[in-house]
């Protein structure tokens, strides 16, 4: 069994800032892509960040130049750094991965997600 447990999330007024986390445990032989995903009331969740196993990032272009994706593969662990927040970057954020449980076939299923994390962005 595979987990993905998040944490970081909470309320900060315009401007502010916070870090994300998720750290991915149990039987994993490999982690490809990891990501970060959000979705407001009312919206369908979107991607807002990844980063690949090798380090080459994407961010959607609402995000770009506040946020930014990085991951440490000892650790198993995503992080997502929010600067500059505004009242529209809030939502329930989920981070998602790539993973093999096996070497052979070494086959990603990216059908692993976190239990979401709350941001508020309010004055």
């Known amino acids: 069994q595979v987990q993905l447990v998040e944490s970081g999330g909470g309320l900060v007024q315009p401007g502010g800032s916070l870090r994300l986390s998720c750290a991915a445990s149990?039987?994993?032989?490999?982690?490809?892509?990891m990501g970060w995903h959000r979705q407001a009331p009312g919206k369908q969740r979107e991607l807002v960040a990844s980063?690949?196993?090798?380090?080459?990032?994407n961010y959607a272009d609402s995000v770009k130049g506040r946020f930014t994706i990085s991951r440490d593969n000892a650790k198993n662990t995503v992080y997502l750094q929010m600067n500059g927040l505004k009242p529209e970057d809030a939502a329930v954020y989920y981070c998602?991965?790539?993973?093999?449980?096996?070497?052979?076939?070494?086959?990603?299923?990216?059908?692993?997600w976190g239990q979401g994390t709350q941001v508020t962005v309010s004055s």
């Open positions: 980063i690949a196993s090798g380090g080459s990032t």
């Open positions: 998602n991965a790539g993973i093999a449980t096996i070497s052979r076939p070494l086959v990603y299923d990216y059908n692993y």
């Open positions: 149990g039987s994993i032989f490999s982690i490809n892509r």
